[in-house]
């Protein structure tokens, strides 16, 4: 009889665990739902990348994607076409999304175009999907782009950049440079054409896309840039244009894209007669020379202006070298449209004195800024008073 009451104790207390294990198991499973966790293999619906042309399964190098799908946490690793691992954040994922940025290693064996893509968690179930990696189109190193930094004919020199892949050719001034060398996709090897006589203009061509770049000669006429307002010039002018250039005196200055010839990265100055000063200037950060020719009469400034809305206008350029910056000279506004102004070092009168000619001429050699100035003509000037500017360069005659 004892044995009996010991054994029905021993069911009841059975039947008790079992209870307490599915109430455990449905407490559990509740908690997962709620924290947006699901059971079941990894589903991909799209790879959605977040450039700057959002697109659906397809993106380029280094873009960040989001993954939408189902049944995502717990991802182990995620690779494309067969051999490059991706690396993404786990802590980032959730059951309908994750993040990672484009894989692109051409040592692991990266390539463009279409190509399968699987995600493996953490209990070994996998799904593949296809994505497409487009290629982008070439880019110029901002800085030291040549070697030699200047192009002599039959001299064989090298270009640097990036996304040299599937390079289709490349120009000098529009023409073929004929056979040249991919030595890496960030490097160009190639042979500069004989007979230029002034600074020619270097293009890539690629599957992505062409880029091109001022490529100055040794001897003959060269023009170096200094802003484009687009990242390109001088480095030092061109990093953040909100504290590389300023504006002073009595003013209305802003440097913004849409500003500039077609529609590209341009400055405007205004004067609007609301303030004390009697000037009004614009300028950039002060640059080492940029050329050793010292030949005045051989120099210029050019600079692309419109000023369509300031009808009258009287523009003023400062230059600053060395020793002083109180080179003027001075232009009317006429004509319509944008148009290349073209102003002679040799020109430019001393001590803000445009007929000023008897101290000699603004060295080149020593050139170290550029203002752009609208004149009052002696409070009499018209208001408002203004113009917009871009492509700012400097011509020289150069020897060698």
């Keep these: 009889m004892k044995k009996n009451k010991e054994m029905m104790y021993i069911k009841k207390l059975l039947v008790l665990c079992?209870?307490?294990?599915?109430?455990?198991?449905?407490?559990?499973?509740?908690?997962?739902?709620?924290?947006?966790?699901?059971?079941?293999?990894?589903?991909?619906?799209?790879?959605?990348?977040?450039?700057?042309?959002?697109?659906?399964?397809?993106?380029?190098?280094?873009?960040?994607?989001?993954?939408?799908?189902?049944?995502?946490?717990?991802?182990?690793?995620?690779?494309?076409?067969?051999?490059?691992?991706?690396?993404?954040?786990?802590?980032?994922?959730?059951?309908?999304?994750?993040?990672?940025?484009?894989?692109?290693d051409v040592d692991q064996g990266s390539r463009f175009g279409n190509q399968t893509v699987t995600f493996t968690n953490l209990y070994g179930e996998s799904v593949s999907t296809e994505f497409t990696i487009k290629q982008p189109g070439p880019t110029l190193t901002v800085a030291d782009t040549f070697s030699p930094s200047k192009g002599e004919g039959g001299i064989e020199m090298r270009a640097f950049g990036n996304w040299f892949f599937n390079v289709e050719d490349v120009l000098v001034d529009g023409e073929s440079v004929g056979d040249f060398t991919v030595v890496s996709p960030r490097e160009i090897l190639f042979t500069f054409p004989e007979g230029k006589t002034e600074t020619t203009i270097f293009t890539v061509v690629t599957a992505g896309g062409m880029v091109s770049k001022d490529l100055p000669i040794v001897g003959g006429i060269v023009q170096i840039l200094f802003s484009d307002f687009d990242g390109n010039g001088i480095p030092n002018i061109n990093n953040d244009y909100n504290a590389d250039w300023f504006s002073y005196g009595d003013n209305i200055f802003q440097v913004s894209n849409g500003l500039g010839v077609d529609g590209s990265g341009g400055a405007e100055i205004v004067w609007d007669d609301t303030g004390t000063d009697g000037f009004t200037g614009s300028g950039h950060q002060e640059v080492?020379?940029?050329?050793?020719?010292?030949?005045?009469?051989?120099?210029?400034?050019?600079?692309?202006?419109?000023?369509?809305?300031?009808?009258?206008?009287?523009?003023?350029?400062?230059?600053?070298?060395?020793?002083?910056?109180?080179?003027?000279?001075?232009?009317?506004?006429?004509?319509?449209?944008?148009?290349?102004?073209?102003?002679?070092?040799?020109?430019?009168?001393?001590?803000?004195?445009?007929?000023?000619?008897?101290?000699?001429?603004?060295?080149?050699?020593?050139?170290?800024?550029?203002?752009m100035q609208i004149s009052h003509e002696g409070d009499t000037g018209v208001v408002p008073s203004g113009y917009r500017y871009d492509n700012l360069k400097l011509e020289v005659l150069e020897l060698d």
Excluded: H
């Design 288 to 371: 080492a020379p940029v050329t050793t020719s010292t030949d005045s009469e051989n120099a210029f400034i050019l600079l692309d202006i419109n000023g369509d809305d300031y009808p009258g206008t009287v523009m003023e350029f400062i230059l600053k070298d060395a020793t002083t910056d109180n080179w003027i000279f001075k232009v009317p506004l006429t004509g319509s449209g944008w148009q290349t102004l073209r102003l002679k070092l040799s020109d430019f009168g001393f001590g803000f004195d445009v007929n000023n000619q008897s101290m000699g001429d603004p060295n080149p050699a020593t050139l170290v800024a550029v203002r």
């Design 18 to 104: 079992s209870v307490i294990s599915l109430l455990v198991c449905i407490s559990s499973c509740n908690d997962d739902n709620e924290n947006g966790l699901q059971f079941g293999d990894p589903e991909i619906v799209n790879i959605v990348s977040l450039g700057d042309e959002p697109a659906i399964n397809e993106g380029f190098p280094e873009e960040l994607v989001r993954v939408e799908g189902t049944g995502l946490n717990d991802m182990k690793e995620i690779i494309f076409d067969g051999t490059v691992n991706t690396f993404f954040n786990s802590t980032l994922n959730s059951n309908v999304a994750l993040f990672f940025n484009v894989p692109f």
